[in-house]
């Protein structure tokens, strides 16, 4: 069965300061990933996504940026951390397999900036 | 363009007692649509899924939601609620862009029981 895991499950950082979140997916091959962000209050808004090794699209202009280093691991990065990047992050997978294909949710990465 | 419109940020019901979470959306195209439920400080997890078979959808932990294209609705229920019910829930409505599938999630709902 596939599993997908996210670390560290909670992170405290200081503005200005570098972030490194990971997520693995086990138990499927080529699949598509995701990174979500979950502010208070709000829905899950996709800041990125891939379809394989080095693909990476980006939705929404930030100073987040992600990476596919394999093709089952997914890396949300960001050089100085800003105290709007506070949030609940999200990955998740799917795999191509027609236009209903579903996608797996994480168990998340909480982020609070201070 | 696609979007979903989840009418009620909060609910509030009796244990035992019915469940209705409404969602509306709107899509260029035939919808697939997922309710997906998220527990305090857990990770999202999927509740049901209509992808244009039967309309009646039935999911997990007793949930249904039903398709009503004239309505453009998709409806969460429960016929009597648990307290482990206690979530935030989000209805999504799913795009195909590029063969790759992109879900637009609406705001939540968050449902409290009350013992």
């Known amino acids: 069965s596939q599993t997908i895991h996210q670390w560290p499950a909670t992170l405290v950082q200081p503005v200005g300061s570098p972030l490194s979140l990971e997520c693995t997916v086990e138990?499927?091959?080529?699949?598509?990933l995701y990174w979500y962000r979950q502010a208070a209050g709000r829905g899950l808004q996709l800041l990125f996504y891939?379809?394989?090794?080095?693909?990476i699209s980006s939705e929404v202009p930030q100073n987040l940026s992600a990476s596919r280093p394999q093709d089952r691991q997914f890396i949300l990065s960001s050089k100085k951390l800003l105290l709007s990047d506070s949030g609940f992050y999200l990955c998740?997978?799917?795999?191509?397999?027609?236009?209903?294909?579903?996608?797996?949710f994480g168990p998340g990465t909480r982020l609070l900036v201070l | 363009a696609q979007s979903v419109t989840q009418l009620d940020s909060h609910v509030s019901v009796s244990e035992g007692t019915p469940v209705l979470l409404r969602c509306n959306y709107s899509?260029?195209?035939?919808?697939?649509l997922f309710w997906y439920v998220q527990h305090p400080n857990k990770g999202l997890q999927l509740l049901l899924k209509?992808?244009?078979?039967?309309?009646l959808v039935k999911g997990i932990n007793g949930f249904e939601a039903e398709f009503k294209k004239s309505e453009t609705s998709f409806h969460l229920t429960k016929p009597s609620a648990h307290m482990s019910d206690a979530a935030e829930y989000f209805c999504?409505?799913?795009?195909?862009?590029?063969?790759?599938?992109?879900?637009?999630f609406g705001t939540g709902t968050r449902l409290t029981i009350i013992p």
């Open positions: 999504v409505v799913s795009d195909t862009n590029f063969g790759n599938e992109k879900l637009t």
């Open positions: 138990g499927t091959s080529n699949p598509n």
């Open positions: 998740a997978w799917s795999v191509l397999g027609g236009p209903l294909e579903t996608q797996y």
């Open positions: 891939s379809v394989g090794i080095g693909q």
């Open positions: 209509y992808t244009s078979a039967a309309t």
């Open positions: 899509s260029s195209y035939s919808p697939s």
